[in-house]
């Protein structure tokens, strides 16, 4: 018979488990006749303790407080220390998993130690044009890109499997463990099976660990520690690895203009729907009848669901990732042949500038980037 171990470091999270063990529930009820659960619920608040009171008529429930809050990693390795299981699946509380996931996450492992899905990352698949599945799932991808893998959930591994460098180096920051723990792995020789499937969710809440800029830096540059005292990879690794740890949180700095960007765009939008004006209107006024939406991003799509409301028609998006996406709407890649629209809303904050002349140069519309669209309706409400 098959066991899996499910371990849940719980912090604070209480409110998550009976979601948890319905999801798995269903997991048991979909599996090959036989499968074994066995969920192990890591509490790792000392101060909010969990009672021995879960129980599932499908699988054991095992129970584990802490002492002492430790962080996520080690209440991960204590959960693996204490559970039966041959296979280990490492989930967060707010994890979303499909019914299908262990079925099918079984059946395609083999003879490899790991065997990884795709994923739904912010309401869009994690995989695209610029991270494809295939090629980022391996050692020199990871070393030079970063963690391909958004959710130690994505992943079921045997037991064996698990390095015992990550089993015995706790970071002091929470955020980059799972990145180490794929890093040597792989680097160990444990081979991944790719399912193509989209069996896992991952949620993002303001209390991740990887939102955060300072936490993650310092995660990050525990695990290049770790990997170079480990003296098992080679120098070229480690030479790679600093570049990559560097490149990582410049790319976090940039992000941080971005999201400043976004607020400004959002601070705009908000102070005209308290003064009763939608975006609507303006562009009736402007004598547009039906646009199209570059930029399947939460403003694109914010700006879609209001003028839908609106009853204002948007044609459809244009994305790079269309070929990734599932809209309301058609989506179409920047490449292919666009139907002509009265104007096209660029919804980026980021090289938009390319985008707008990339537009210009395809389509006889008025081309806005949205930052401009909400100060021209601004400049127009105050005028």
Same mark, same amino acid.
Request: glycine share 4%; charged share 30%.
């Given at each position: 018979?098959?066991?899996?171990?499910?371990?849940?470091?719980?912090?604070?999270?209480?409110?998550?488990?009976?979601?948890? $063990?319905?999801?798995?529930?269903?997991?048991?009820?979909?599996?090959?006749?036989?499968?074994? $659960?066995?969920?192990?619920?890591?509490?790792?608040?000392?101060?909010?303790?969990?009672?021995?009171?879960?129980?599932?008529?499908?699988?054991?429930?095992?129970?584990?407080?802490?002492?002492?809050?430790?962080?996520?990693?080690?209440?991960? $390795?204590?959960?693996?220390?204490?559970?039966?299981?041959?296979?280990?699946?490492?989930?967060?509380?707010?994890?979303?998993?499909?019914?299908?996931?262990?079925?099918?996450?079984?059946?395609?492992?083999?003879?490899?130690?790991?065997?990884?899905?795709?994923?739904?990352?912010?309401?869009?698949?994690?995989?695209?044009?610029?991270?494809?599945?295939?090629?980022?799932?391996?050692?020199?991808?990871?070393?030079?890109?970063?963690?391909?893998?958004?959710?130690?959930?994505?992943?079921?591994?045997?037991?064996?499997?698990?390095?015992?460098?990550?089993?015995?180096?706790?970071?002091?920051?929470?955020?980059?463990?799972?990145?180490?723990?794929?890093?040597?792995?792989?680097?160990?020789?444990?081979?991944?099976?790719?399912?193509?499937?989209?069996?896992?969710?991952?949620?993002?809440?303001?209390?991740?660990?990887?939102?955060?800029?300072?936490?993650?830096?310092?995660?990050?540059?525990?695990?290049?520690?770790?990997?170079?005292?480990?003296?098992?990879?080679?120098?070229?690794?480690?030479?790679?690895?600093?570049?990559?740890?560097?490149?990582?949180?410049?790319?976090?700095?940039?992000?941080?203009?971005?999201?400043?960007?976004?607020?400004?765009?959002?601070?705009?939008?908000?102070?005209?729907?308290?003064?009763?004006?939608?975006?609507?209107?303006?562009?009736?006024?402007?004598?547009?009848?039906? $646009?199209?939406?570059?930029?399947?991003?939460?403003?694109?799509?914010?700006?879609?669901?209001?003028?839908?409301?609106?009853?204002?028609?948007?044609?459809?998006?244009?994305?790079?990732?269309?070929?990734?996406?599932?809209?309301?709407?058609?989506?179409?890649?920047?490449?292919?042949?666009?139907?002509?629209?009265?104007?096209?809303?660029?919804?980026?904050?980021?090289?938009?500038?390319?985008?707008?002349?990339?537009?210009?140069?395809?389509?006889?519309?008025?081309?806005?980037?949205?930052?401009?669209?909400?100060?021209?309706?601004?400049?127009?409400?105050?005028?």
């Amino acid at each position: 018979m098959c066991t899996v171990s499910v371990v849940v470091p719980v912090y604070y999270g209480k409110k998550y488990i009976n979601a948890l $063990i319905r999801q798995l529930e269903e997991c048991w009820k979909c599996a090959e006749e036989g499968m074994d $659960i066995e969920l192990l619920l890591v509490n790792d608040a000392p101060e909010d303790p969990l009672e021995q009171r879960y129980i599932s008529e499908c699988m054991d429930i095992v129970v584990l407080n802490t002492e002492v809050n430790r962080g996520v990693q080690s209440a991960r $390795i204590k959960g693996i220390e204490c559970s039966r299981g041959s296979y280990i699946l490492l989930l967060d509380q707010d994890d979303r998993i499909d019914p299908e996931y262990l079925k099918s996450q079984i059946n395609r492992i083999g003879d490899h130690d790991a065997v990884v899905c795709r994923a739904i990352h912010e309401k869009k698949p994690f995989y695209n044009l610029t991270r494809p599945f295939a090629e980022s799932i391996c050692k020199e991808y990871m070393l030079q890109k970063g963690d391909s893998i958004i959710s130690p959930g994505q992943v079921l591994m045997k037991k064996e499997a698990v390095s015992d460098i990550w089993k015995t180096n706790i970071l002091k920051n929470n955020g980059a463990d799972d990145w180490m723990l794929w890093l040597c792995m792989m680097n160990e020789g444990k081979t991944f099976a790719l399912n193509d499937e989209i069996l896992f969710e991952h949620v993002v809440e303001d209390g991740n660990a990887s939102l955060r800029t300072l936490e993650m830096h310092r995660s990050e540059s525990e695990v290049l520690e770790i990997i170079r005292d480990s003296q098992t990879f080679s120098k070229e690794d480690i030479n790679i690895l600093e570049e990559t740890v560097r490149n990582l949180t410049e790319t976090r700095l940039s992000l941080m203009g971005k999201f400043q960007r976004i607020s400004f765009v959002y601070d705009m939008w908000l102070s005209l729907k308290n003064y009763g004006v939608h975006v609507s209107e303006s562009l009736r006024q402007e004598g547009y009848q039906k $646009i199209a939406v570059y930029g399947v991003t939460g403003l694109g799509k914010r700006l879609y669901e209001e003028l839908d409301a609106d009853k204002f028609e948007v044609s459809y998006f244009i994305d790079i990732n269309a070929a990734f996406l599932n809209e309301q709407i058609p989506v179409y890649s920047p490449e292919e042949e666009l139907k002509q629209v009265d104007a096209v809303v660029v919804s980026l904050v980021q090289n938009e500038r390319r985008i707008t002349d990339l537009l210009q140069a395809k389509l006889s519309a008025d081309i806005w980037e949205i930052a401009d669209l909400m100060k021209r309706i601004k400049e127009t409400m105050n005028a």
